[in-house]
Every structure is written in structure tokens, then in C-alpha cells.
């Protein structure tokens, strides 16, 4: 069975300082990987999305990706207090355009002002 | 920004009792997805359809359920029978055609099963 594991947290970070996310995932056939935010109650909300080895940058989000240690992380930089929500990771194993997502159970992560 | 919409936000229903959620993909989007995620535990897949049929589903997707698209624009997911367990937030979701074409999802549906 594929698995995507997360550190549940909580994680607290202090406002403006960096907060890392980290994601390992079971099946060596999966293609692209995401980062998706929920805040409570809320529909999951694509923040980014990796397909090949290395770094991608966003604004003040970094995805890293290294598909031989089946490993994905996310990294934000100068944390808001917006930021405070639950960081799902994602995973997919591409089969023509069809696209079932495993997720992981979430990291919460919590931006201390 | 096209956004998935779904209806209700809310539902609540007694055990035993049929449910029809629904949902509205995004007009050119081609594939349509159903996910669950009861309270506090990880979002699950429950199926996804393509060109007017299943093209998989979860082991979740028991007889009890069904998709339909009854026309261009709607996408919906039954319960016959609800049951306690099937209390959950569902989220519908959408993607259009080739890879790497990211899920949009819609606001969900609580349902709560008494």
C-alpha cells in the first residue's frame, strides 16, 4: 500500500524565521509531488507542486525534492502568522491524466508572533 | 479564478437515510474526483471519473456508493445508506487533461450522520 508519512507536529515557529516540512513516501513509482495548506474546516489549498529532483522556488515557498531517498520537503520563509494551518503533503502516481492523490496526515504548523 | 463549487456546505442526515452530494467541476476540466477526510484523520480518495465513467476508485467506494454526471455540468456522489462512519467532509475536485494538471478542490460537504 503507498504511504506518504508526516510528522503530525505541532511544529511552532516564531514569526519571520524559517519553517521546514518534511514528507516521505513509500512508492518509487510516484511523479509529482505536493504541498497542499488546510486551515481547520477548510478545503485542502495547492501551494506547491515538484516533479523533478532539486529545489523550486516560490515567493517565500521552497519545495525540495530527491526521488532516491523518497523524500519531499517545504520550506517557508519569514513565517506569517497566516501561515499557521496544516501542510499536507501529496503524492501522485501519474496514470494518464488521471490523477489520485495520496496524502499524508498533515504536519500542523503553528507561527508564534 | 474558476473554482470548483459544491452544495450543500452542510448536510445532516439520519442513519439509513440516502444522501446526494454535489458539485460543480471547473467548465473545461475533464476529470472529477471525490475525496473524504473525517474529522482529524487524512484526506482519502474515494474515486474519479473520466469520459462518463469510474476509472478508479478506493476500497472506501463500496456498493453503497455511486457517481453520476447527470449533465454537462454537474458531478454528484451518493450514499444510499448512510452510516454512522460515513460522517466526513467530502471534497470534490477537478483537473483538466495532461499531466502534471493540478487538483482544484471545492469548499466541501460536511455531512454528519446521526
Known amino acids: 500500500q503507498k504511504e506518504v508519512e508526516q510528522n503530525s507536529g505541532p511544529l511552532s515557529v516564531p514569526e519571520g524565521a524559517i519553517a521546514s516540512l518534511n514528507c516521505t513516501y513509500s512508492d518509487r513509482g510516484s511523479q509529482s509531488f505536493f504541498w497542499y495548506r488546510q486551515y481547520s474546516g477548510k478545503s485542502p489549498e495547492l501551494i506547491m507542486s515538484i516533479y523533478s529532483n532539486g529545489d523550486k522556488e516560490d515567493g517565500r515557498f521552497t519545495a525540495q525534492l530527491n526521488k532516491a531517498s523518497q523524500y519531499v520537503s517545504l520550506l517557508i520563509r519569514d513565517s506569517q502568522p497566516s501561515d499557521s494551518a496544516t501542510y499536507l503533503c501529496a503524492v501522485i502516481e501519474i496514470n494518464f491524466g488521471n490523477e489520485k492523490l495520496t496524502f499524508g496526515t498533515g504536519t500542523r504548523l503553528t507561527i508564534i508572533p | 479564478e474558476p473554482e470548483v463549487t459544491q452544495t450543500p456546505s452542510h448536510q445532516v442526515t439520519q442513519m439509513g437515510q440516502e444522501v446526494i452530494l454535489r458539485c460543480v467541476p471547473i467548465s473545461n476540466h475533464l476529470y472529477f474526483y471525490w475525496y473524504r477526510q473525517i474529522l482529524g484523520q487524512k484526506v482519502e480518495f474515494l474515486v474519479s471519473f473520466y469520459n462518463n465513467e469510474i476509472s478508479e476508485k478506493s476500497e472506501i467506494f463500496d456498493d453503497q456508493f455511486s457517481v453520476e454526471r447527470p449533465d454537462g455540468s454537474n458531478f454528484t456522489l451518493k450514499i444510499r445508506s448512510t452510516k454512522l462512519e460515513d460522517s466526513a467532509m467530502y471534497f470534490c475536485?477537478?483537473?483538466?487533461?495532461?499531466?502534471?494538471?493540478?487538483?482544484?478542490f471545492g469548499n466541501g460537504t460536511r455531512l454528519t450522520v446521526t
Open positions: 475536485a477537478s483537473s483538466g487533461w495532461g499531466d502534471n494538471s493540478p487538483l482544484h
